[in-house]
């Protein structure tokens, strides 16, 4: 099955003009339906009508082609492989199938208008059976797909071919509502007319499934295609052709215009096509405040991790893919300069991946590794939004509101109505107006329309070409509001309360913060396009565009949003628990997509000014969010926006006067800044937050902070102060109960141990470290047991006992993979190498240290440099010598693992 679906067409002067798009899709499923329903062995392979194509298939041989497309008198269109059409006229296409030798092919049917001479020239060339179409007129889409269904059935289940014709013919004369079926059954033609077709195509095929045998589709990541897509063939032939040719495309346009709905549809066509042999990805980027959240959306994405961008540029590499970046004026905003340096430095050291962005505004200058193309996305013409306005309506127009008799002219007269000129071609504004026509005429819509204040809405930074088409959509969205608080007050409730949540809703959120009863109000905002609703895989979830949402929030009563943002602070208080939970288990990448899709929801619970107007008591659950988001975007690896969420948090949670959220948040603070090796940052965050957990005696809080601080004055080197604030934490941590009490204390037993091993005391060191191990192993704590071995090889080692050393480092290698903990893996692999170094295995040696650096380069880590491998390198180079050196360099080769 061949389908032709070209966007444009070019005449003698170069000029590009729009092409309709065929339903192929219906086609293709009916035909998929008649073949499945005999149950044979059938194989079916589908792909784009480009001449490429149609020789492969030939030369592979099959025993029917199908061609769907557009057909004229003088040719068949073709697709050029960019969007456009290429003609090829019946002598050509009779040259590429006979090209191809004796062929296989029985049966062409060539679905399209005035294909006789296009099915001439197959008969002409050798092939017995031939179905096409008069030249003289069209064919209905209805006709059309009935004779192939009953066409392909007949076939199917062993008839001949001539039996098969006759059968098409005759159910499409039994077609109802079929305007004169008899002469449409008598349009299609079986070639050549007097030739023998009494032969059995699919006769010898034996009872089996149907098989789809069309290559797969490369990976892809895509949302469903807009139900309503008019208007846009040209421009979007043009985007696909700057894709194809460049490497950063960019479509912008006012809110609502279709921006996002174009991008979607680009990348549907390109992933039917397979234009990218690694897969077409969406990332949505609204809210997007950093590079660490683009990078974090685009890892998500893909599926990969990435802990910085260096990491997920190398993940991308060479592989050839298309990134669809939605919404990309909040980090141009939010992070203009940065997000420039992202997008280029992706282009350089990604060769093989190429970007479309949506936009507000283009990214301009300061762009190196590719040159913008960018594609301004206007209103609809005219005709196409009379076809959008048509085809939402909730009812048929009657020919009476467009001023005319003749129902197969209301179309024609809609475009001339003065409701168009006022809605100015804004897809948005249009699907916000049609709905009300359930119960209003024309006339009286126009009125609402025209009666409306032109303040209803603030849009931003809207051009002065555009301000037309946003007024438009300000009136609509008022007016839209208006009539559903006559007819649906709660739905309109449900709306406000969409004002809180700007990153939109799941299902869960809105079962804990509206409660029972909100699908039918949820599915009548979505019918009036007040609220969007789209599907991550099997998570639907609902939204608006952010100008809406503040129109949302501002409808709320002083009564409902202290109510529903308390629901949502305590509900959202939970969901940071379990993304927490989640983070920290085998269910991290999923907990990554929830995160990407309820972050804004969980900062909006930290803005001090819903705290003021929710006239808050001293104790929020939003201090939960507080403590938990910034811990949760460290796992993330987003640890610049973690800094900042700690920051809001603590300020909010001081704001509240709430002494634990505040220890909370200064806890995350430093321990964000240790990781990024701030030790004087971090160092100051737990000394804020150590007198905080004293004066409301929380023990536990107390003896983490304590912790916290050996561990930073063992950084700093100063063994003295952090031996005494381990101590001091293990002393509590003996007395707290259950499990929190002995993870605590393992840990300060763990933590003495290597004190210990750092000031020469290996035996005493390997005491306390079993004693650790113990506790770690009745707890069941991996990380924690991966850690104690670790160290008892390291005390080992330093009392000689190199061979028994590097065992007990093996075993704690083998568990830091399993857990996949990079930074352990590469602890275990530098300290591995120094004892097989001692054991005189230099091979074994270098390949570990290899290994071990590599993985620290990779993750970013402080800790390469202050392990100083580099500098190890160099001392083993000199004490082997260089020729060595090579030798054991060139047997590692570029599997140091092996």
């Known amino acids: ?104 092919v029985q049966l062409v049917f060539v679905s399209a208008c005035h294909s006789r001479k296009a099915g001439e020239s197959f008969a002409e060339a050798g092939v017995p059976h031939v179905v096409c179409i008069r030249l003289e007129e069209p064919v209905y889409d209805l006709a059309a797909r009935k004779f192939a269904r009953t066409f392909y059935l007949a076939l199917a289940a062993g008839r001949t071919v001539q039996q098969a014709f006759d059968s098409g013919r005759a159910s499409v004369k039994a077609t109802p509502h079929l305007p004169e079926s008899a002469y449409e059954a008598e349009k ?94 969406f990332v949505e980027l609204r809210g997007a405040a950093s590079t660490d959240a683009v990078r974090s959306a685009v890892a998500t994405a893909l599926g990969i991790e990435a802990k910085d961008d260096a990491e997920l540029f190398a993940a991308i590499g060479n592989r050839r893919l298309l990134l669809v970046l939605d919404n990309c004026e909040d980090p141009l905003h939010y992070a203009s300069g940065d997000f420039r340096k992202f997008i280029s430095q992706l282009l350089q050291q990604a060769r093989g991946a190429k970007l479309l962005l949506t936009s507000r505004h283009a990214l301009g200058g300061g762009i190196s590794g590719a040159a913008e193309k960018v594609h301004h996305l206007r209103q609809l013409d005219r005709g196409s939004a009379a076809r959008l306005f048509v085809k939402l309506a909730p009812r048929d127009l009657k020919p009476s509101e467009v001023g005319t008799d003749d129902p197969g002219k209301v179309l024609r007269m809609l475009m001339d109505h003065t409701i168009l000129d006022f809605l100015s071609g804004h897809p948005h504004a249009i699907s916000l107006a049609v709905p009300l026509l359930q119960d209003k005429t024309l006339s009286q819509l126009y009125e ?79 019918r009036a396009s007040l609220v969007e609703r789209n599907e991550f895989g099997k998570i639907e979830h609902f939204f608006t565009f952010p100008f809406i949402t503040a129109y949302a929030d501002r409808l709320l009563t002083e009564e409902d949003r202290i109510q529903y943002a308390i629901r ?29 899709l309820e972050e804004n929801n969980l900062l909006a619970c930290l803005d001090l000014n819903r705290l003021q107007q929710m006239e808050a008591e001293t104790e929020s659950p939003a201090s939960e969010i507080a403590t938990y988001l910034p811990l949760i975007l460290l796992f993330a690896s987003r640890f610049h926006d973690g800094i900042q969420a700690a920051e809001l948090g603590y300020k909010f949670c001081k704001a509240l006067d709430d002494l634990k ?12 800044k240790k990781f990024l090796y701030d030790i004087m940052g971090a160092k100051d965050a737990f000394e804020r937050a150590l007198p905080l957990y004293q004066k409301i005696r929380d023990k536990h809080g107390e003896a983490n902070i304590l912790f916290e601080l050996g561990q930073v004055k063992l950084l700093l080197r100063n063994f003295n102060e952090c031996r005494e604030y381990y101590l001091k934490a293990l002393s509590i941590y003996q007395h707290l109960p259950g499990f929190e009490g002995k993870v605590g204390k393992a840990n300060c037993l763990q933590r003495l141990g290597h004190l210990l091993i750092v000031r020469n005391r290996p035996d005493s060191a390997i005491k306390k470290l079993c004693n650790a191990f113990k506790i770690h192993i009745e707890i069941q704590e991996p990380l924690g047991i991966a850690a104690d071995l670790g160290h008892i090889g390291q005390a080992l080692m330093e009392t000689g006992q190199h061979g028994q050393s590097a065992i007990i480092l093996d075993m704690s290698l083998s568990i830091h993979r399993n857990i996949e903990s990079l930074q352990g893996q ?54 082997l010598g ?16 092996e």
Not at 47 to 65: H, I, K, M
Not at 661 to 672: M, N
């Open 568 to 596: 949502a602070c305590e509900h959202f208080a939970g969901v940071i628990k379990s993304l927490y939970d989640m983070m920290t288990s085998e269910k991290a990448t999923n907990a990554r997509i929830l995160l990407a």
């Open 1 to 104: 099955m061949l389908y032709s679906a070209p966007l444009v067409w070019r005449d003698e002067k170069d000029d590009a003009y729009p092409i309709d798009m065929l339903d192929f899709e219906a086609e293709r499923d009916l035909i998929f339906e008649s073949l499945k329903e005999t149950s044979r062995s059938i194989e079916v392979r589908t792909e784009a009508a480009t001449a490429d194509n149609f020789s492969t298939l030939v030369l592979l041989g099959c025993r029917a082609l199908h061609y769907s497309g557009h057909g004229h008198p003088d040719y068949l269109a073709f697709e050029d492989g960019r969007g456009e059409a290429h003609p090829i006229d019946p002598e050509t296409l009779r040259e590429l199938f006979a090209s191809g030798g004796p062929s296989s």
């Open 882 to 897: 260089d020729e060595t050196y090579q030798s054991i360099m060139s047997q590692i080769g570029e599997n140091p693992e």
């Open 661 to 672: 959220g505040e220890g909370g948040t200064l806890f995350a603070l430093g321990s964000l």
């Open 826 to 879: 590469a602890t275990d692999l530098r300290l591995q190498g120094n004892a097989f170094w001692k054991l005189d295995e230099w091979v074994a040696s270098i390949a570990a240290l290899w290994q071990a650096r590599e993985i620290f380069n990779a993750i970013g880590s402080p800790f390469s440099r202050e392990m100083k491998i580099d500098e190890t390198f160099e001392i083993f180079k000199n004490e």
């Open 188 to 281: 299609f033609l079986l070639l050549p007319e007097y030739g023998s077709h009494d032969a059995s195509v699919f006769g010898d095929a034996s009872p089996g499934a149907f098989e789809y045998a069309t290559p797969p589709a490369p990976t892809n990541k895509l949302p469903a295609r807009p139900e309503h897509f008019f208007g846009r063939s040209k421009i979007m032939q043009e985007v696909i052709s700057d894709v194809l040719d460049g490497r950063l495309v960019t479509i912008r346009g006012g809110p609502g215009i279709g921006k996002t709905a174009l991008a979607i549809e680009v990348g549907h066509y390109i992933k039917e096509r397979r234009l990218f042999p690694d897969g077409t990805f």
């Open 448 to 526: 609402m329309l025209k009666s409306q204040p032109l303040e209803t809405l603030v849009i931003p930074d809207v051009p002065e070409e555009e301000l037309d088409a946003a007024r438009s959509f300000a009136v609509s969205l008022a007016v839209s509001i208006g009539y559903m608080r006559e007819r649906n007050q709660e739905a309109v409730r449900l709306f406000a309360v969409m004002g809180l949540l700007p990153s939109g809703a799941l299902p869960l959120d809105l079962d804990a913060i509206w409660g029972e009863g909100w699908q039918p109000l949820m599915d009548a905002l979505v």
